[in-house]
């Protein structure tokens, strides 16, 4: 019986030469340098949509109050105070009587990204229920 044949010999492993070892260090760099940039943008960018989601929200909640305190026929100072209290920094609010309804409006503009928000709130008055 003959014994099996041999498997050719593998070709030998050449190991990159000092030069190309040095040239791929680089590429690691290059794209930190370009990555890192994009990660803070869009790391602001996440951060001052947070700021007018949360801004959107004090507006609601200051319309509400506001037309709370006005329903249950508070004097209009005290109302808008109260709207006011609760608003963002440097809002408007505006009361105003339509019927048996009073409505309480505010409006402000996002801290970043200088959109304008604005919430509206409605209530019945109380001095109208019998």
Excluded: N, Y
Aim: net charge neutral.
């Amino acid at each position: 019986m003959e014994p099996p044949p041999e498997p050719p010999p593998e070709p030998p492993t050449r190991r990159p030469s000092t030069r190309a070892r040095w040239g791929e260090r680089g590429f690691v760099t290059a794209e930190a340098a370009v990555a890192l940039p994009v990660m803070v943008l869009f790391t602001a960018g996440l951060l001052s949509g947070l700021m007018a989601v949360a801004a959107q929200i004090q507006c609601v909640d200051a319309a509400r109050a506001g037309a709370r305190a006005a329903a249950r026929s508070e004097p209009e100072a005290a109302a808008l105070a109260a709207a006011r209290a609760a608003a963002p920094r440097g809002a408007a609010v505006s009361l105003a009587r339509d019927g048996e309804l009073v409505r309480v409006r505010v409006t402000a503009r996002a801290p970043v990204l200088e959109v304008a928000l604005h919430a509206e709130a409605a209530a019945l008055a109380e001095d109208t229920v019998r």
